[in-house]
């Protein structure tokens, strides 16, 4: 058994303490995860398959996990449940007598609503729904925030491509550079996984791995090209760069084929205008071939469009029907230093301002897509909304005074459509009831392919919700 593996130890320290806390003849509890509000006023929905299969599915609790975190727990100073614990590994096998109701992955759900709820399915360990409540929030707020991110920027991108050029091209548009910027290898896997539920470009392999296994699909999700970087472009110093660019084009520079060469290991606007715009010109157009530039420092605005125009002197351009020029296909650009949703702002107003089509750039983005966010971006809190004791559900809820927007939800909830709008309401016997049974006792109940993920985020109707 490794480190990783204990579910017994996969929560906080204080949750193991729980279950001598609630009161005598509790036979259930009740517990909702939703986003209170946040930067974004929507979230996309995600994460939630893959923890159910990693870590909920099928025997997850054996006498050897017992045996290891009682000794953990009793050392750490917190109080061990061994008879819960036992009882389920001999009553049910060792398999998690829960229910989950989640909101279809994908989804796109304004902020304030539930998008998950979980229930025990046996009196006698009534006490697990809060257990899990660490993992399972955890799985939920990283996948769907940077799901969130994404489609936010996807919306700002797809913006300036109908103002100025095609939106056809949206899909390539971002593409995910944050393998190195993430915490962990799962990170990166999870994060680059909510990605590709907007775009189709990834260097993030984990992300893509992922994305096939858990969502179900042998379907390649995602496509790159090859790309310079500077420990090839600087192999043979200052002096060595046009012969290492002059491989890149000889190398990759095929026809229909694209590469992507860094090309400001120096002096980019000698890179551009002197040695693509003028030494190696004419081989790249006979190469049949997309040059992507890609400028990697200084200020994105500026040098981005520096560059196309650059290399709108250089190769060329025509005036599409929105009238925006548009380089002439033999070369693009991508931004991939600095990038951001202000940085991709500024960049498309600046070349939108100068007569520039959106379809001359992509991006690239990073740290700012996998890392630079937490919980409190989009204020995810999982809470108790009702509890059975004898026999009888009440209402559960916080209030306090001295911040109402953590007020919660009371009762055993519900995500309903009111005229087409999603509404957060206590549960009742409608058909309409939009959070889908996905586990139960050990089993995922219902499972989304990654294609119905996207086509749901893609869906204009679900975005107006």
């Not at 870590?55 to 009793?74: H, R, S």
């Not at 791995?209 to 090859?226: E, L």
């Amino acid at each position: 058994m490794t480190i990783n593996n204990n579910f017994i130890l996969n929560t906080d320290s204080y949750k193991t303490s729980h279950w001598l806390q609630y009161p005598n003849g509790t036979t259930n509890v009740f517990m909702y995860g939703e986003s209170r509000g946040g930067v974004y006023p929507v979230t996309v929905v995600a994460g939630l398959q893959p923890y159910l299969k990693e870590y909920l599915v099928g025997e997850v609790v054996t006498t050897k996990m017992i045996d290891d975190a009682e000794k953990f727990l009793k050392a750490h100073g917190e109080p061990f449940n061994r008879e819960g614990w036992e009882y389920i590994v001999r009553v049910h096998k060792g398999r998690l007598p829960l229910r989950i109701k989640a909101v279809p992955e994908g989804s796109i759900v304004p902020t304030h609503n539930v998008l998950v709820t979980v229930e025990a399915t046996d009196p006698n360990c009534f006490w697990l729904p809060s257990y899990i409540e660490t993992g399972l929030l955890r799985a939920l707020w990283y996948m769907t925030t940077v799901a969130t991110i994404s489609w936010d920027i996807k919306q700002l991108i797809i913006k300036y491509l109908e103002e100025t050029g095609d939106p056809s091209l949206i899909n390539f548009k971002l593409h995910d550079f944050g393998a190195r910027g993430v915490s962990s290898k799962e990170s990166a896997g999870l994060g680059g996984a909510a990605h590709l539920i907007n775009f189709m470009g990834s260097d993030t392999i984990e992300g893509i791995r992922y994305a096939m296994h858990y969502y179900n699909t042998d379907d390649m999700v995602a496509f790159s090209i090859p790309a310079a970087e500077h420990s090839t472009m600087t192999a043979l110093g200052c002096e060595g760069e046009v012969a290492q660019m002059r491989r890149m084009l000889e190398t990759f520079g095929k026809p229909a084929a694209m590469f992507a060469c860094v090309s400001d290991s120096y002096d980019i606007k000698n890179a551009v205008t002197n040695i693509w715009g003028k030494e190696l010109r004419q081989q790249v157009i006979d190469s049949g071939a997309v040059l992507v530039v890609r400028p990697d420092s200084g200020k994105p605005a500026d040098v981005v469009l520096e560059c196309v125009k650059e290399l709108d002197t250089a190769f060329g351009s025509t005036i599409n029907t929105k009238g925006y020029r548009v380089l002439n296909p033999c070369v693009r650009v991508i931004q991939g230093d600095g990038i951001n949703r202000t940085s991709i702002r500024e960049i498309l107003f600046g070349l939108k301002i100068n007569g520039y089509s959106a379809d001359n750039i992509a991006f690239g983005m990073g740290g700012a897509l996998l890392q630079q966010m937490n919980r409190d971006t989009q204020q995810f809190a999982m809470k108790a909304s009702a509890m059975e004791i004898n026999g009888v559900w009440h209402d559960v809820f916080k209030d306090p005074i001295t911040d109402p927007g953590k007020k919660s939800k009371r009762g055993r909830l519900g995500l309903y459509l009111n005229n087409g709008e999603y509404v957060t309401d206590k549960e009742h016997l409608q058909s309409d009831n939009q959070l889908v049974l996905v586990f139960e006792n050990g089993e995922i109940i219902k499972e989304w392919t990654f294609s119905e993920v996207r086509q749901r985020a893609n869906n204009p109707y679900a975005a107006r919700r």
